[in-house]
T-cell receptor
Framework: SQTIHQWPATLVQPVGSPLSLECTVE??????LYWYRQAAGRGLQLLFY??????ISSEVPQNLSASRPQDRQFILSSKKLLLSDSGFYLC??????????????FGPGTRLTVL | KNQVEQSPQSLIILEGKNCTLQCNYTVSPFSNLRWYKQDTGRGPVSLTI?????NTKSNGRYTATLDADTKQSSLHITASQLSDSASYICVVTLRNSGNTPLVFGKGTRLSVIA
């Protein structure tokens, strides 16, 4: 069966510090991978998605970046965090089924607080 | 513009009572609609999925309905339990939209109290 891991689970960082969040998927090959942010009281905002190693698409311009060094590894980074980067970060995966990427399976999330 | 609107924003009910959450969407072309449950501090988990031709789907005490003509869906929870306290997110899938087909609602936060 497939599983998705995220770490760390929680993180408190000062403004201006760097960030690295990691997501790994097990039990599937060549998945689409996604990074979402969920701010308090707001919906899920798609930040990045990747259809393969080294292939990253950005949905929202910001000071965050993403990388996919391996097929089942997705990393979210920042060189200098802003207060507005605080939120709950979710990684998700999806595979082609019936000709489309219908369902996404979410990881447990990382709670980031920038002080 | 493709949008998913959910109501109410939040809801408090007594344990054992029933409740209904609403979802209205303006998404086209439509492929399917899912309801996700998201426990606090956790990732969303799919509860039900309905395609254009389905108008009701049950998963235990959860029953989702879909009216594709009016573009409305509801999630009915029967005999609520404390563990039902969570956010419920309505997600509509666009047909033929490649790698980013999902349109998310902002969710309804349900609190079940004893």
């Amino acid at each position: 069966s497939q599983t998705i891991h995220q770490w760390p689970a929680t993180l408190v960082q000062p403004v201006g510090s760097p960030l690295s969040l990691e997501c790994t998927v097990e039990g599937t090959s060549n998945p689409n991978l996604y990074w979402y942010r969920q701010a308090a009281g707001r919906g899920l905002q798609l930040l990045f998605y990747s259809v393969g190693i080294g292939q990253i698409s950005s949905e929202v311009p910001q000071n965050l970046s993403a990388s996919r060094p391996q097929d089942r590894q997705f990393i979210l980074s920042s060189k200098k965090l802003l207060l507005s980067d605080s939120g709950f970060y979710l990684c998700a995966w999806s595979v082609l089924y019936g000709g489309s990427y219908n369902e996404q399976f979410f990881g447990p999330g990382t709670r980031l607080t920038v002080l | 513009k493709n949008q998913v609107e959910q109501s109410p924003q939040s809801l408090i009910i007594l344990e054992g009572k029933n409740c209904t959450l609403q979802c209205n969407y303006t998404v086209s072309p439509f492929s399917n609609l899912r309801w996700y449950k998201q426990d606090t501090g956790r990732g969303p988990v799919s509860l039900t999925i309905m395609t254009f031709s389905e108008n009701t789907k049950s998963n235990g005490r959860y029953t989702a309905t879909l009216d594709a003509d009016t573009k409305q869906s509801s999630l009915h929870i029967t005999a609520s339990q404390l563990s039902d306290s969570a956010s419920y997110i309505c997600v509509v899938t666009l047909r033929n939209s490649g790698n980013t087909p999902l349109v998310f609602g902002k969710g309804t936060r349900l609190s079940v109290i004893a």
